[in-house]
């Protein structure tokens, strides 16, 4: 027995001419950030909810891009998405690693209320990071769909950071003690 099956032409067409959406994990800085979905969702290994892949407009850069983008642009805007005791070094709970030093600390937890304080920086080159980029990928996704056309998400976060061994960063960027 054979079954026909008979799609109306405007699906077929709209199949053919637009493809099919692409879907990833809200971007977490986690390996699921580069598997691709059918379809609306969540994400089978973060839990985070699936976006379209085409609203994901900023781009991953490593510890030494941010340095040479810092360099060469010293207007950029440098977003450290920690808690403020993980910003300040003062932090018990977790390692702080280090900040750079004309760093706005704005808690990823923060940022919808907050983003109203970074609305003069939307034409700015900003960077993003956190200690590990799970947070930054997650606020620099939240400024790329809000109005900011040109943002950067540090890979590894302020944990990947040796300054000792990285001369472009002595002048940015304070370890913490502990």
């Known amino acids: 027995m054979k079954i026909i099956l008979i799609l109306p032409a405007c699906v077929l ?9 692409e879907f990833i994990c809200l971007p977490c800085g986690r390996e699921c950030d580069n598997k691709v979905y059918g ?3 969540t994400c089978s290994a973060c839990g985070m909810k699936l976006v379209d892949k085409s609203t994901v407009a900023f781009k991953n850069i490593s510890v030494e891009e941010l340095c040479n983008r810092i360099t060469s642009n010293p207007d950029a805007i440098i977003l450290d998405v920690r808690s403020p005791g993980e910003f300040k070094g003062t932090s018990n709970d977790v390692a702080t690693f280090g900040h750079f030093k004309k760093a706005i600390n704005i808690n990823v937890t923060e940022l919808e209320n907050r983003a109203g304080e970074l609305e003069n920086y939307k034409g700015k080159e ?3 990071y956190c200690s590990h980029a799970h947070r930054s990928a997650v606020a620099s996704y939240f400024l790329s769909t809000h109005g900011f056309k040109n ?3 540090m890979l590894g976060g302020a944990s990947s950071i040796s300054p000792q061994g990285n001369d472009c960063l002595k002048g940015y960027y304070v370890a913490h003690d502990h």
């Open 13 to 21: 067409l709209s199949a053919f001419w637009f493809g099919s959406k």
């Open 151 to 153: 943002v950067k998400n």
């Open 126 to 128: 900003v960077l993003v």
């Open 39 to 41: 379809q609306d969702g």
